[in-house]
C-alpha cells in the first residue's frame, strides 16, 4: 500500500507559475498527474519513471510543465509554468508500484485555478 500526499494547488493569474509537490510512502515504480476539469473526465497529465527519470508529457503541457523527482524525500514534483485558464483542474498524484500494473494508488487531489 502506497500513500500519496500532494500540496501546492492554489489561485493563480494567467502566465503564472506553481509548483504541486507529491510525497509517497514508499518507492513505486512510476508516479504520475492526473487532473480533472469540471464536467470532463480525468486526463493524464505526465509521468515519470522512477528508476529512469523518463518523462512522458500530454501534448498540451509539453515545453510547460516539468516532473521531477527527490530520491531522498520519496517526492515527486510538477513544475507548471506559463499556466493557462484551460489548466485549471483538480491534479492527482497517482503511483504505479510494478512495470506491469497500473496507477493502482492516488492522492488527494489539489485545486489549480488559474484566470484569465
Known amino acids: 500500500q502506497v500513500q500519496l500526499v500532494e500540496s501546492g494547488g492554489g489561485l493563480v493569474q494567467a502566465g503564472d507559475s506553481l509548483r504541486l509537490s507529491c510525497a509517497a510512502s514508499?518507492?513505486?515504480?512510476?508516479m504520475a498527474w492526473f487532473r480533472q476539469a469540471p464536467g470532463k473526465e480525468r486526463e493524464f497529465v505526465g509521468e515519470?519513471?522512477?528508476?529512469?527519470?523518463?518523462?512522458k508529457y500530454r501534448d498540451s503541457v509539453k515545453g510547460r510543465f516539468t516532473i521531477s523527482r527527490d530520491n531522498a524525500k520519496n517526492t515527486v514534483y510538477l513544475q507548471m509554468n506559463s499556466l493557462k485558464p484551460e489548466d485549471t483542474a483538480v491534479y492527482y498524484c497517482?503511483?504505479?508500484?510494478?512495470?506491469?500494473?497500473?496507477?493502482?494508488?492516488w492522492g488527494q487531489g489539489t485545486q489549480v485555478t488559474v484566470s484569465s
Open positions: 497517482a503511483a504505479q508500484s510494478t512495470a506491469f500494473g497500473g496507477y493502482a494508488y
Open positions: 514508499g518507492r513505486t515504480f512510476a
Open positions: 515519470i519513471t522512477w528508476s529512469s527519470g523518463n518523462t
